[in-house]
């Protein structure tokens, strides 16, 4: 995270009730955003396609949810079913405060496997790991630049143990996010997030260049027989602030603008 937003042009770096535990990935394939594919264009369509086929690769070598923190909590009315998916990333915040980016892939790669051995910067190195795991370092982050979105799919992969899974893209739409976030979710992987912050709820308006870790969703069933739909993400804000950090509810259409807000560059590591 690097504080106040003072530049002129856009860049693509960051410093920066009654309930039940259950399986997450027990949400019905039924209650995806309404035929999610038919929402995508061709080459998003194979895009997704493409992330299948690493997902199921990616399976194959590692166990979902290693540390059982997955839960889905139900809250039901007269008018709806409310699941809230979250996956239960643990917060890491930034150490120094430009490192977001690799502190927001700290915290998704450790979820995915807790015994990695990358670390997110010299400054938080508590174990002596070997500089070749320093995810910082990694990234190419620096001080004056934070991190570059592009650089964050290899070390992730590398630090999770999960072959060529991520990937970093940009987010088109809404419901573009909505169908990734539900996708990697159910398959146990927390997402990295470049933003600017002031189009999150919870930062009120205070606007900074800083990434985050996605790692869950609220679901709206309407009992009337209306279509599923999304309203919120659950997020995971490394940022050294207090005011800011921790777990958070954000809307996805605040998540999206805040995502977007970088254009057609790579904004998304999903």
């Known amino acids: 995270m690097r504080g106040k937003l003072l530049l002129a042009t856009l860049a693509t770096m960051a410093v920066c009730t009654t309930t039940s535990v259950v399986d997450a990935t027990s949400v019905p394939a039924s209650q995806t955003p309404n035929n999610p594919q038919a929402q995508l264009t061709p080459a ?30 139900t809250v039901q009315s007269a008018a709806s079913t409310i699941n809230y998916v979250v996956l239960g990333v643990q917060l890491r915040v930034e150490n ?32 002596n790991e070997p500089a070749s795991y320093n995810l910082a370092t990694l990234e190419g982050t620096t001080q004056a630049s934070g991190t570059n979105c592009v650089n ?8 999770a143990g999960t072959g060529s899974y991520y990937i970093g893209s940009n987010i088109t739409s809404e419901s573009t996010l909505i169908n990734d976030v539900v996708f990697d979710v159910g398959g146990r992987y927390p997402q990295v997030a470049d933003v600017s912050t002031s189009a999150l709820d919870y930062y009120n308006g205070a606007e900074y260049y800083h990434y985050i870790t996605v790692d869950g969703y609220e679901q709206v069933n309407p009992n009337d027989g209306s279509p599923v739909y999304y309203t919120n993400a659950h997020v995971v804000d490394d940022n050294w602030n207090s005011a800011y ?8 259409n605040g998540l999206s603008n805040a995502i977007s807000y970088f254009g057609s560059n790579v904004n998304y590591v999903w």
């Open 152 to 159: 964050i799919p290899g070390p992730l992969n590398q630090a």
């Open 96 to 127: 120094p405060d430009w490192n977001c980016g690799p502190a927001a892939t700290y915290q998704a790669a450790k979820y995915v496997n807790p015994a990695t051995l990358y670390y997110q910067s010299s400054s938080d190195n508590s174990n």
């Open 44 to 73: 998003q369509q194979a895009i997704s396609a493409a992330k299948q086929h690493r997902a199921d690769a990616a399976m194959a070598r590692i166990t979902p949810d290693p540390v059982g923190k997955s839960s889905a909590t």
């Open 245 to 252: 950090s921790g777990l958070h509810w954000t809307s996805f």
